[in-house]
């Protein structure tokens, strides 16, 4: 299973745009980059996966350059309520085991 | 619609105690299930897999174990807590073993003292 390095803490501003950018090296061919979103004392919530180029749904984008050994995610106009740990993940089918590593802490200011 | 549900949401024991913590599944059958543990401020470790009734899988050597004795209901059990066993206990599941999209329950934090 691939390893994957993000920040581990950012600061943004209500309204700003922010983008959480994961390094996954040996990301393997038939790997899936999922991240997640964790509250404090929840459990994580799906928020987008993707293979390849660009994939968006109404809560994020997640942009994978060509060689996919990184990808971003993106929140566009962050609000208080998006201050969370974002996980990323890279794992393929199988018997998925997802490995979540420390995750990026996103706070948001008023 | 699915539900997951996890109890209890609490829970305080005395090192020696054992343990049972509960997770049951709701909208769907036969799902994957999993039981991760979070140590404060860290990620999440995942302890037990299981693809079907009584099939269980282990990632992790402890004092710890799962069991499947229905489809939607998933047991973390000990025999003897260890301090290093508090933590926040979760149960997810997913629609196969190959969805990289699990849900969540809501967690049992566990404090051994």
């Known amino acids: 299973l691939a390893k994957t390095t993000q920040p581990i803490s950012m600061d943004s501003y209500e309204g700003q745009e922010v983008n959480i950018t994961c390094s996954h090296n040996?990301?393997?061919?038939?790997?899936?980059i999922t991240w997640y979103q964790q509250f404090p004392s929840q459990g994580p919530r799906f928020i987008i996966q993707?293979?390849?180029t660009k994939v968006t749904n109404e809560v994020a984008s997640l942009f994978i350059p060509a060689d996919r050994k990184s990808s971003t995610l993106s929140l566009p106009r962050v609000s208080l309520s998006d201050t969370a740990v974002y996980y990323c993940l890279v794992g393929s089918g199988g018997y998925n085991k997802l490995i979540f590593g420390a995750g990026t802490r996103l706070a948001v200011h008023p | 619609s699915q539900t997951i549900h996890q109890w209890p949401a609490t829970l305080v024991q005395p090192v020696g105690s054992p343990l049972s913590l509960e997770c049951t599944v709701e909208g769907t059958s036969n799902p994957n299930l999993y039981w991760y543990r979070q140590a404060a401020g860290r990620g999440l470790q995942l302890l037990f897999y299981s693809v079907g009734i009584g099939q269980i899988s282990s990632e992790v050597p402890q004092n710890l174990s799962a069991s499947r004795p229905q489809d939607r209901q998933f047991i973390l059990s000990s025999k003897k807590l260890l301090l290093s066993d508090s933590g926040f206990y979760l149960c997810?599941?997913?629609?196969?073993?190959?969805?990289?999209?699990?849900?969540f329950g809501p967690g049992t934090r566990l404090t051994v003292l």
């Open positions: 997810a599941w997913s629609a196969s073993p190959a969805d990289n999209e699990q849900f």
């Open positions: 993707g293979y390849k």
């Open positions: 040996n990301i393997a061919t038939n790997d899936y």
